[in-house]
């Protein structure tokens, strides 16, 4: 086959004249064996590629989780330091109003009878056992309480629940005009 000079096709590099082995621009091309080898070298060279590329990702998810185990365990500690000072503070608070309701049971006693009284006892020492209760178990503890008791009881709980929002809520708003009015 001769050689045309023709200028190649836009995006052609070479024409390759394979009875030859002679391309259009003059180098030699490969046989058809010389061909099948540097192949079956590209195909090795190619799952070589592929094989370090998937260690390469791998290595790179490993080192993800590690990074996200570890940013859960700060946040998960973080949420129990959290829940604990939280935890203190309803005591405190539940502490305060045990004395409070006893303080007020002996004034109950002198206005409106000692029977009257005796309800405001009982209701202290409820809130006082509630304290106690709080105060001997541990965050973990009071989280599974409280995963039970929705389990046992969706629609109480989910009543508490809108009765706590209903109440934080209101005393959110009074802090607020409380806020406004200063």
Do not use: F, N, P
């Given at each position: 086959m001769a050689r045309s000079k023709q200028p190649l096709p836009e995006g052609t590099d070479a024409i390759l004249d394979t009875d030859a082995g002679i391309t259009q621009d003059g180098a030699e091309t490969l046989s058809p064996s010389e061909g099948k080898a540097a192949s079956a070298k590209l195909g090795g060279a190619k799952s070589a590629m592929k094989t370090r590329a998937r260690a390469a990702l791998k290595s790179i998810g490993d080192e993800v989780g590690k990074e996200a185990a570890d940013i859960k365990k700060q946040a998960s500690g973080k949420a129990r330091e959290l829940?604990?000072?939280?935890?203190?503070?309803?005591?405190?608070?539940?502490?305060?109003?045990?004395?409070?309701?006893?303080?007020?049971?002996?004034?109950?006693?002198?206005k409106l009878g000692e029977q009257y009284g005796d309800y405001a006892r009982k209701a202290s020492e409820a809130v006082a056992s509630i304290a106690a209760s709080l105060r001997t178990k541990e965050v973990e503890d009071l989280i599974e309480d409280a995963r039970s008791f929705v389990k046992k009881s969706p629609a109480v709980a989910i009543g508490a629940a809108i009765a706590v929002g209903f109440v934080v809520s209101r005393l959110v708003k009074a802090g607020a005009d409380e806020d406004g009015k200063a």
């Open positions: 829940a604990s000072q939280g935890k203190e503070k309803a005591v405190s608070t539940l502490d305060g109003a045990t004395s409070l309701i006893d303080d007020a049971a002996g004034a109950i006693d002198s």
